[in-house]
RNA sequence: UGGGUUGACCAGGCAGUCGCGCGCCACGCAAGUGGCUCGAGGAACGUCCGGGCUCCGCAGGACAGGGUGGUGGGUAACGCCCACUCGGGGCAACCCGCAGGACAGUGCCACAGAGAACAGACCGCCUGGGUACUUCGUCUUUUGAUGAAGAGCCUCAGGUAAGGGUGAAACGGUGGUGUAAGAGACCACCAGCUUCCCGGGUGACCGGGAAGGCUAGGUAAACCCCACCCGGAGCAAGGUCAGACAGAACGCGUUUGAAGGCUGUCCGCCUGAGCGUUCGGGUAGGCCGCUGGAGGGCGUCGGUAACGGCGUUCGUAGAUGGAUGGCUGCCAAACCCGCAACCGGAAACGGGACGCGGGGGAACAGAACCCGGCGUAUCGGUCAACCCAUCCA
């Protein structure tokens, strides 16, 4: 499970992490992430929201979504924040199938920021647009 | 042995591996690291009641408004629980009841039906009249006139609520007297109503008796009446620390009282200098509250019981983008399928193992301030008491 240095706790971190990040969807789940300071540990969050199912269902879901987020950080250990959103397909995935697709929409997301960062001044552009716009 | 009723309890187990949260201990300047303890439910759910707790200055009156509704008790309190009463269901154990008042008043009672709330005459029954007819008698030469009786049709006037039919319900039931036919018109018994008396019970009420009048519909989950109860908001309560910013315009007002508070309205009381609208700007973090409580177990005493007194013992989740778990394997009860030793049978066939193989293998559901209830969801399992039927002694 996800200790709670790697895990997102504010509804700041959330927001700018959706708006700003890079998406991209499997058929369980929505994954955002978006770069912080290589050497802070990568912190992920979850959103289940009650369309995926009752309060039983949503735990074991998060519980899942946390385990295959915990194992991750083995390859994305810093550097990331990442916020999954569960799909209503979620709820009735086998381990097998929310894992490998948390895995493989991480490893989309995680190139394609690797791929931006090797260009740093449209990084520097697009990170203070946004803090203009939120500003 | 089978069927049933009620109550209590359980809510898969074991192992491996990788982890999470609070607390404590050790090390470390610190970040942190290591170890140990503890870590979801019978409904944690719905949020339908009742309380604790917090704030609203005190928690005033009247009227509104809301709730409850047999009686007595239990409780912090309740719409909950226990016991009893009444009514209903069941052979029984037992279960169910939104169980005050319809002589305070108002309203409503569809459809059907002749008639439905100071009832009603459709059919039927009965009486009388009219019309035409038959028979008999009398009068008359005859046509005919008149009287009596009769049955039928039509029609008119009345009597009749016993019968038919309609309906959830038709103004007591049964039998008789009575009558033109009928009718509580009268009588007997029964049911029910009102009043009174006696006895029992804390009481709801129960048992017995007398008199009256012959009969009184339902609906209060319609308004309403009666009795009793109820201040509001809620842990995003509330407190505290840190941090950020920038004000401007207009209106009303400072003892001739703005704006508030006391659930709504009115009265009455209180606070007493700001308040409202628009534009613009900032923050949306930490900590406390936060878990020891009307707490659980056992014993004993009181009580039919719910429950209470006393003694003793136990220490039991506190997250906050939200821990209490993820994955893997094994075992196992129902239950299903196939094969079957064996049993019954002439056979067809039927049954089928503390037999084999395969399948199947756990429901409903996740704390969020805390309790007491209720309601709802739920694969199944265990135990106890009791009832009925059957068999044996």
Known sequence: M????????TSAEFSSTV???VRYGRRNVVLYAAPLDSGEPTRIGFIVSKSVGNAVARNLVKRRLREAGFLSLSTY?????IVVRALPA???????????????????????????????KAVGDRTQQERNVRG
């Open 2 to 9: 996800l200790a709670t240095p790697n895990r997102l706790r």
């Open 19 to 21: 708006r700003s990040g």
């Open 77 to 81: 250990g810093t550097g990331l924040a």
């Open 90 to 120: 979620s709820s009735s995935a086998t381990w097998a199938q929310l894992s490998v697709d948390f895995d493989v929409a991480l490893a989309a997301v995680a190139r394609r920021i690797v791929t931006s960062e090797s260009l740093p």
